[in-house]
């Protein structure tokens, strides 16, 4: 399997409930990142949490990083239509000048209204 | 004002042709990459540029070619198109430095390759 790996790879919910995605990977990282990407659009920046932190917020999200199983969370909190995108985990691991961003397959989130 | 941007949005192009798409941030940031998704929504990174200089050549034919003439522009040339070559290319920049490597995308060019 790849590097960051989201599952469900399909979630469909009703406005209001809670949306929680995951991402697993099998190396270690530096950082992970969440992104989200609208339909025809290019991807949009969430929220980041370093492999020192266990937990993140921002706003209606909530990030949770585990690197003893290797997995991420993303979790979305009363959900709303606009909140209908495809969300992508990302990490990033290396060193110095050589840092490489993996992306994961998706998770297509439908937040019916 | 527009970030990271892409030239054409769409393009349309017969098999065998040579085409180029160009990319530019305004962001200052320091390096550039160039990501194909597939038709499943797959994100692969092709090329990883660092003030001018590949960084990252990920598995990907020599038809694709990149050019970086300033750290604000990077260029993706492709010869000899190929019906497998059709998806969305989006050119993406971040920061070095901060040492997270956040990505800011462009809207994306979807190539069809007939």
């Known amino acids: 399997s790849q590097q960051g790996e989201e599952d469900p790879q399909a979630l469909s919910i009703q406005e209001g409930e809670n949306a929680t995605m995951n991402c697993s990977y099998k190396t270690s990282i530096n950082n992970l990142q969440w992104y989200r990407q609208n339909s025809g659009r290019g991807l949009v920046h969430l929220i980041l949490i370093r492999s020192n932190e266990r937990e993140k917020h921002s706003g209606r999200l909530r990030v949770t990083l585990d690197t003893s199983k290797k997995s991420s969370s993303l979790l979305i909190t009363a959900s709303r239509a606009a909140d209908t995108a495809s969300y992508f985990c990302a990490t990033v691991r290396g060193a110095g000048g050589y840092q490489k961003v993996t992306f994961g397959i998706g998770t297509k989130l439908q937040v019916i209204p | 004002d527009t970030a990271v941007s892409q030239t054409p949005k769409y393009l349309v192009t017969q098999m065998g042709n040579d085409k180029s798409i160009k990319c530019e941030q305004n962001l200052g940031h320091d390096t550039m990459y160039w990501y194909k998704q597939d038709s499943k929504k797959f994100l692969k990174i092709m090329f990883s540029y660092n003030n001018k200089e590949l960084i990252i050549n990920e598995t990907v034919p020599n038809r694709f070619s990149p050019k970086s003439p300033d750290k604000a522009h990077l260029n993706l040339h492709i010869n000899s198109l190929e019906l497998g070559d059709s998806a969305v290319y989006f050119c993406?920049?971040?920061?070095?430095?901060?040492?997270?490597?956040?990505?800011?995308f462009g809207p994306g060019t979807r190539l069809t390759v007939l």
């Open positions: 993406a920049s971040s920061p070095l430095g901060q040492g997270y490597y956040t990505q800011y």
